[in-house]
Antibody, heavy 121, light 106 residues
Framework: QVQLVQSGAEVKKPGASVKVSCEASGYSFTTYAIHWVRQAPGHRLEWLGWINTGSGSTRYSQKLQARVTITGDTSARTAYMELSSLTSEDTAIYYC??????????????WGQGTLVTVSS | DIQMTQSPSSLSASVGDRVTITCRASQSISSHLNWYQQKPGKAPNLLIYGASSLQYGVPSRFSGSGSGTEFTLTISSLQPDDFATYFCQQSYVTTWTFGQGTKVEI
């Protein structure tokens, strides 16, 4: 079945970087884009960016574009999200999700299981 | 960015109740609205896409309606498995944004 499996929880110090992976299975990896979304305590879901896994092109949220980098490894069927210059505000669960579409509509399905990133000194 | 506002933020209901959740967009998004269910410790799960299309495998007690700026998610007869948080998401502008969530509690 279609599945996205993410890497494990991370604890980082302020100022460090974190890289989260998202391994896809059950479908043609390069046919569907991958999104990254985070959920911080007490905050709504926030879209971070996405990668066209076929071409490698990316687009990021304006808020985080200076600190986030999304990459893909087609041979490993894996997408990565790296966030730099971490602060406590970046403490959140980070999700990857597959882009799905029909006609002019698109949505995120399925989602990875989430990766907790904790930023603490 | 398009702002999405859900109401209520939380509600208490009983098994068998009809539940309606509203999502409003800060500008017209046509029918580019999705609904997700999230249970504690789990990732969001797609329920409805394109405002009213039921995702395969989702029970028919879930339905969505609306267009423009106002949308509703309705659960016709609440079941024990439905106690969760529900989010709307706009996909009209591809800097996707989400509502703040509605927690459905017993």
């Amino acid at each position: 079945q279609v599945q996205l499996v993410q890497s494990g929880a991370e604890v980082k110090k302020p100022g460090a970087s974190v890289k989260v992976s998202c391994e896809a299975s059950g479908y043609s990896f390069t046919t569907y884009a991958i999104h990254w979304v985070r959920q911080a305590p007490g905050h709504r879901l926030e879209w971070l960016g996405w990668i066209n896994t076929g071409s490698g092109s990316t687009r990021y949220s304006q808020k985080l574009q200076a600190r986030v980098t999304i990459t893909g490894d087609t041979s490993a069927r894996t997408a990565y999200m790296e966030l730099s210059s971490l602060t406590s505000e970046d403490t959140a669960i980070y999700y990857c999700a597959r882009d799905q579409w029909e006609g002019l509509h698109n949505w995120f399905d399925p989602w990875g299981q989430g990766t907790l990133v904790t930023v603490s000194s | 960015d398009i702002q999405m506002t859900q109401s209520p933020s939380s509600l208490s209901a009983s098994v068998g109740d009809r539940v309606t959740i509203t999502c409003r967009a800060s500008q017209s998004i046509s029918s580019h609205l999705n609904w997700y269910q999230q249970k504690p410790g789990k990732a969001p799960n797609l329920l409805i896409y394109g405002a009213s299309s039921l995702q395969y495998g989702v029970p028919s007690r879930f339905s969505g309606s609306g267009s423009g700026t106002e949308f509703t998610l309705t659960i016709s007869s609440l079941q024990p498995d439905d106690f969760a948080t529900y989010f709307c998401q706009q996909s009209y502008v591809t800097t996707w944004t989400f509502g703040q969530g509605t927690k459905v509690e017993i």
